[in-house]
């Protein structure tokens, strides 16, 4: 594994470090926390202009074709500034699946589409009990002729309010679970914004009797967990890079504080309690970095490991928390108060830590993992 970046992954990170600090600075942030789209379409528009959404996709479907790695790098520069933008939700949830699953016609249709930054979409899987189980799909997708019928709810669907498309997960039979692709403009859906802490966009949408013609499966009809477990594998993986990024940049936040912070006439950080408490976010941080890029150049490489991304989310819900809870206390009492961009990272680890599955989720999936586990390297 070599994990420098190369001239190409160099310019990724840049760039995108530079246009975002521009274009999306934390005023903004605040100001599209009010809004009631939650992002904006100016800045969607030249996210499209610079190539990020068609940033993994083939050429044939408007897109540079690169490759996940480069992607995971666009994500952590992403957290880093948490960009509000429908970004992951299209991109990473919606276009990977149907570049991996959809037929031909499908990626001809959808894919050009997303790459260009003409439509937006989302991911509607949890329910009201919130699990990344298959017994957690109480969705209804009823065969009828040439169309399914869906009449359920989805809870917690990010941007749902402005998507165009989404990509459900129905249940078409006792064991059989469906992927399908539905226009968020059909008749019968009714989608409502959850008020979250975050200001995130969270969604609410009620499917009644709403009509999917069957051409519009992914996929294969009843295996359309298949495709859960392949976003859970990949999908994953970005969400943590993207909180490697927030961490990151709530850890440059406390340093630089505490060296300009002066208290008993000296600057804070001179202090050995918030040097440990710096130390130790510095130390999580790194080790977070190196599972991320592990797990990230696994997939690149065609060999993505579950136990592994079971690992970066385990670790990445509690260091990018962590990060925070000792950033807010390097600032002291002032470190409550959101007039602080750390109150912007601090409001959003919830929101990550439980989408793609919480701590305990993974923990479970590790140890399933472990039973089978071989050590690369065993000691004689």
């Known amino acids: 594994m070599d994990f420098d970046f190369s001239e190409d992954q160099v310019m990724i990170r840049d760039s995108a470090r530079r246009f975002l600090e521009k274009e999306c600075p934390k005023d903004k942030i605040r100001e599209l926390k009010e809004d009631e789209k939650g992002y904006d379409p100016e800045l969607w528009s030249r996210m499209a202009e610079m190539g990020w959404m068609g940033l993994i996709l083939p050429e044939e479907y408007e897109g540079t074709g690169m490759n996940f790695f480069d992607l995971t790098i666009l994500m952590e520069e992403m957290g880093r500034n948490i960009l509000p933008a429908p970004f992951f939700d299209t991109v990473a949830l919606c276009s990977l699946p149907i570049l991996e699953y959809g037929t031909s016609e499908q990626k001809k249709r959808f894919l050009p589409k997303i790459a260009c930054g003409e439509e937006i979409w989302t991911l509607a899987l949890t329910e009201p009990s919130a699990s990344y189980e298959p017994s957690g799909v109480e969705l209804r997708a009823t065969s009828l002729q040439e169309d399914y019928v869906l009449e359920g709810t989805k809870l917690f669907v990010p941007y749902a309010n402005v998507a165009d498309r989404l990509l459900v997960v129905a249940r078409t039979s006792q064991e059989g679970i469906t992927v399908l692709i539905v226009d968020a403009g059909s008749q019968g859906i009714k989608t409502e914004v959850i008020p979250t802490t975050a200001h995130d966009k969270q969604c609410e949408i009620v499917f009644d009797k709403v009509m999917v013609p069957k051409d519009n499966v992914l996929g294969e009809v009843g295996k359309g967990w298949e495709i859960v477990e392949f976003l859970l594998q990949r999908v994953s993986v970005l969400k943590c890079a993207e909180m490697l990024g927030g961490a990151q940049f709530v850890l440059e936040m406390a340093n630089s504080y505490a060296k ?121």
């Open 260 to 380: 300009e912070r002066v208290q008993f006439d000296k600057p804070v950080g001179s202090f050995q309690a918030i040097q440990h408490k710096l130390a130790e976010v510095f130390i999580n941080v790194e080790g977070l970095r190196h599972l991320v890029y592990e797990a990230a150049w696994n997939i690149s490489t065609g060999s993505p490991s579950r136990l592994l991304t079971s690992m970066v989310k385990a670790k990445a819900n509690e260091v990018y928390q962590q990060t925070c809870i000792q950033g807010v206390k390097v600032h002291g009492a002032i470190g409550f108060t959101e007039e602080l961009d750390l109150s912007l990272y601090f409001l959003r680890t919830k929101a990550s830590e439980f989408m793609l599955g919480d701590t305990g989720f993974h923990r479970e999936r590790i140890a399933v993992e472990l039973e089978d586990y071989q050590p690369l390297f065993v000691s004689v």
